[in-house]
């Protein structure tokens, strides 16, 4: 857990970065600090494992005034995952991810086994990839190794700075699906900064909206963008906001609420999606007529049914009308 705890950051007496927030982090959660350039996303990060000071308030970690900590200690508790990986290119992948672990004097049995369980999180050889070096690996790669290095102590708490933001849209969404998957898992508490709002939306369990370093709310995607708290709000989220929100259901979600259609076998221009996809996606391929029929697999990659645009606005119909009906009760 991280609290932030009346936390001011200021520089001088002029410029005050960070102005009297006061929000939680809880266990295994993720909470994405999002906003417009210059908003104090990155500086109230980097005041959590003391990269930067604290004016007033504080900062408690599980229970631990940062202040009270000594910052190398701390920092090797802390797991921290940057937009550009920050790999060392004299190191093979192995020395890299296991750098915070040999600090601390693991065995080489315990980090040849903590490495090989990370690699096989992220669906990469551990014998093929943990000698090659950084420039050895793609992009994609290099990013992964990013992250499960920050995993490799196994920390309570990761701090991630537009971790994605490097990489061209299809890798950044595979890689955002493959970290959701992994948190699962793990159940890390983070910290995670974007300037993308689509990906705030997909990775956040909540979201502190900053603006001049003051919170403007703090929420859960589906909260903020149904009741935005202010017109900066609103209009930070767009008008679109009801086709955003479409990205925190999925066509499970819609499965068990109104059921699939059946497949035609007779119709042969198909395209194949995850039961797990997003409806907003979802939507969008109905949208771009791609194929004459949508067939909708499962875990096992079974076909398991079809889904249509009339049945997203069906649901759609019930979650407004639920919501409603919610809304008049309370």
Known sequence: MISFNHVTKSYGEEITAIDDVDFT???GKIVVLLGPSGCGKTTLLRMVNQLETITKGEI????????????????????????????????TIEENVMLVPDLLGWSKKDKRERFSYLM???????????????????????????VVRALAAD???????EPFGALDPIIRDKIQEEF??????????ILFVSHDIDEAIKMADKIV??????????????????????????????????????SLHTVQNLREVIGLGPVDEAIQDTKTIHVHQDLRNTLSMLLNQEADQVIVKDEQDENIGT?????????????????MSASQEG
Do not use: C, W
């Not at 992220?122 to 950084?134: M, Q």
């Not at 149904?226 to 709000?233: D, G, Q, T």
């Open 25 to 27: 982090v809880e266990q």
């Open 60 to 91: 408690v970690i599980n229970g631990e005034n940062s202040k009270d900590l000594d910052p190398i200690e701390l920092r090797r508790k802390i797991g921290y995952v940057i937009q550009s990986n920050g790999l060392f290119p004299n190191m």
């Open 120 to 146: 096989k999180l992220i669906g990469l050889d551990a014998k093929d990839y943990g000698k090659r070096y950084p420039h050895e690996l793609s992009g994609g790669q290099q990013q992964r190794i990013g």
């Open 155 to 161: 920390p309570p708490v990761m701090l991630m700075d």
């Open 180 to 189: 959701l998957q992994i948190q699962r898992e793990v159940k890390k508490t």
């Open 209 to 246: 909206l900053l603006r001049d370093g003051k919170i403007m709310q703090f929420d859960t995607p589906s909260e903020m963008l149904a009741h935005p708290k202010n017109e900066f709000v609103s209009q930070f989220f767009g008008k679109d906001r009801a086709i955003k929100g479409l």
């Open 307 to 323: 889904i249509t645009i009339d049945m997203v606005q069906k649901y759609l119909h019930y979650e407004i009308k639920g919501k």
